[in-house]
């Protein structure tokens, strides 16, 4: 993660700061050459350090794993990102 995401952020700004962080890493995972399967799991193993580490308390797993498969399908598709620009 290459954003520091503070807690005295709204909540809102929280989770889209953190979807466009972890949509931008799959995107690279991806162009290095991973498939779309590794990609996920990659992203995935990371739950736990971005929860307890970065002390972001109101992610949820089911939140985090949303994120990651809207990440991993952005990532075959970038150009759908930002409105197709």
């Not at 779309?36 to 109101?58: E, F, G």
Request: proline content about 2%.
């Amino acid at each position: 993660m290459k954003t520091a995401i503070s807690n005295r952020a709204p909540l809102k700004e929280r989770q889209a700061l953190l979807s466009e962080e972890i949509t931008l890493e799959a995107i690279n995972f991806h162009r290095q050459g991973y498939d779309v399967s590794a990609v996920k799991q990659q992203m995935l193993r990371r739950y736990d350090d971005i929860v307890s580490v970065m002390d972001q308390w109101w992610l949820t797993e089911d939140f985090y794993c949303w994120i990651v498969e809207y990440a991993v399908r952005n990532a075959e598709r970038p150009e759908l990102l930002h409105g197709g620009r």
